[in-house]
């Protein structure tokens, strides 16, 4: 079985602080992590996914996330926070028990104080 | 290359009415998953379809069912709708069906409200 916890079901920074959004995830196998961003009134988009090449990934729009197996933690950071961060984050788990069928965290919203 | 579609972007339905919605997914994916979300549950997957064939299905009641055409498009339906169906539904699409590693790619959802 595999799933995915998200603390903190709101997260509160002021625009150019860091961003930090917490993910930790359990699997019976390597997993497949992945950080989606939502915008009001739209889908998911992907930021970025570890797939076992590099502990360290990169994503879209600044954002960055380290694979840290010791801690089973996928945790999302970004330097410096901009206004259009303001969204709702979902961390996301996929191939334990040999399911591609991503299971999804219950979502973290990203507050951006000016 | 144009997105993921979902039509109709809202919808307002009473209970016990049925629904359709429907998915057309990024030109060449063949693999189409269906997911809602509320506020109280989070996402949660519906099934999945590729080539035609449902290949993997979530824990919902038989009233959530769908298909799939040879093109690729999908459709989903609710029968008899409940209060408590009224959910973003999300539909993703993807290239490479059946591997873990494989990115989904989302539409705008639509939004359903069961009054």
């Known amino acids: 079985a595999q799933s995915v916890t998200q603390l903190g079901s709101h997260v509160s920074v002021s625009e150019g602080a860091l961003v930090l959004l917490r993910c930790n995830y359990s699997?019976?196998?390597?997993?497949?992590l992945f950080w989606y961003v939502q915008y009001p009134n739209q889908g998911l988009q992907l930021l970025l996914k570890?797939?076992?090449?590099?502990?360290l990934v990169k994503g879209i729009n600044g954002f960055e996330a380290e694979f840290k197996k010791s801690e089973t933690s996928f945790h999302l950071t970004k330097p410096s926070a901009h206004m259009s961060d303001a969204a709702e984050y979902f961390c996301?788990?996929?191939?334990?028990?040999?399911?591609?069928?991503?299971?999804f965290g219950r979502g973290t919203s990203l507050i951006v104080h000016p | 290359k144009a997105g993921v579609t979902q039509t109709p972007r809202y919808l307002i339905k009473t209970r016990g009415q049925q629904v359709t919605l429907s998915c057309s997914p990024i030109?060449?994916?063949?693999?189409v998953s269906w997911y809602q979300q509320t506020p109280g549950q989070g996402l949660q997957f519906l099934f999945e379809?590729?080539?035609?064939?449902?290949?993997n299905k979530g824990n919902f009641p038989g009233r959530f069912s769908g298909r799939q055409f040879s093109n690729s498009r999908s459709e989903m339906n609710v029968s008899t709708l409940e209060l408590g169906d009224s959910a973003l539904y999300l539909c993703?699409?993807?290239?490479?069906?059946?591997?873990?590693?494989?990115?989904?790619?989302f539409g705008p959802g639509t939004r359903l409200l069961v009054l």
């Open positions: 993703a699409s993807s290239l490479e069906p059946g591997t873990a590693q494989e990115t989904q790619y």
């Open positions: 699997s019976s196998v390597p997993p497949y």
């Open positions: 570890y797939t076992s090449a590099a502990t």
């Open positions: 996301a788990v996929s191939g334990s028990g040999g399911s591609y069928i991503p299971t």
């Open positions: 030109s060449g994916h063949r693999s």
């Open positions: 379809y590729f080539s035609e064939t449902q290949r």
